[in-house]
C-alpha cells in the first residue's frame, strides 16, 4: 500500500462535527467547579468559628440543624473506627484518582453544556473540596443535619451535597429515553 492511499485517521473532532463550531464551555465548568469549592471552603470555616466540635444549633427543631462533626472515615462516617492513616492515605488516593478522571470526562464532554458535563464539574467541585480537608486536616467538616421521622441521616457537607446532586444529574442522564433511531438507518 503506497502513502497516499493509506486511510485517514479519524478524529473525534470528525466524529462530532456540530460541536466544532461552538464555543468552548470548559472554563464555564470549572468556573463552577471552582465555585463549589470556594463555597465549601467558606461554609466549612464559618462553621469551625462559631460552632464547637460535637455541638450543634437547631435550624428547625426536629428536622434540621447545623452541627460540627469531624469526619475522619469515608462518606457517611464509614469506616471511621479504621486504623487513622489507613482510611485517610486510601481516602486521598481514590480521591486523586477520582479527581483525576472526572477531569478527564470533563474536559472531553465540556465544549457544551449539558446536564452531564455539569454534573461532572459539581462532582469534581466536590471531590477537591473534601480532599483538600484530608490533605490539610487529616479529617473533613460535616456540618448539615437532617432528621427525617426517626431517622437521623449522617452529617453531610456542601462538598458532598453537590456529589450526590452530580451523581443524581448523571442518573437521570443516563435513564433518559433515547429518541428512536430511524427507520432509513
Not at 473532532?13 to 470549572?30: C, G, H, K, M, V
Request: proline share 8%; aromatic share 8%; net charge positive.
Amino acid at each position: 500500500m503506497s502513502p497516499t492511499t493509506m486511510p485517514t485517521p479519524v478524529t473525534t473532532d470528525d466524529l462530532q462535527p456540530a460541536t466544532r463550531n461552538l464555543p468552548d464551555r470548559r472554563p464555564i465548568l470549572l468556573l463552577i467547579s471552582a465555585l463549589v469549592i470556594l463555597l465549601d471552603r467558606l461554609s466549612k470555616n464559618w462553621i469551625i468559628h462559631r460552632i464547637r466540635p460535637g455541638y450543634d444549633i437547631p435550624i428547625i427543631p426536629g428536622v434540621f440543624r447545623l452541627s460540627h462533626v469531624l469526619n475522619t472515615g469515608a462518606a457517611f462516617s464509614l469506616m471511621e473506627n479504621w486504623p487513622p492513616n489507613a482510611v485517610r492515605l486510601g481516602l486521598i488516593a481514590f480521591s486523586v484518582v477520582a479527581a483525576v478522571l472526572v477531569f478527564g470526562l470533563l474536559w472531553r464532554t465540556g465544549r457544551a453544556l449539558s446536564p452531564t458535563s455539569i454534573a461532572l464539574a459539581l462532582i469534581l467541585g466536590g471531590a477537591l473540596g473534601n480532599l483538600y480537608d484530608r490533605v490539610r486536616f487529616h479529617h473533613v467538616v460535616d456540618f448539615l443535619a437532617v432528621k427525617i421521622y426517626h431517622y437521623n441521616w449522617p452529617d453531610f457537607n456542601v462538598a458532598d451535597s453537590c456529589i450526590v446532586i452530580g451523581a443524581c444529574l448523571l442518573l437521570l442522564e443516563i435513564f433518559k429515553p433515547q429518541p428512536a433511531a430511524s427507520a432509513a438507518s
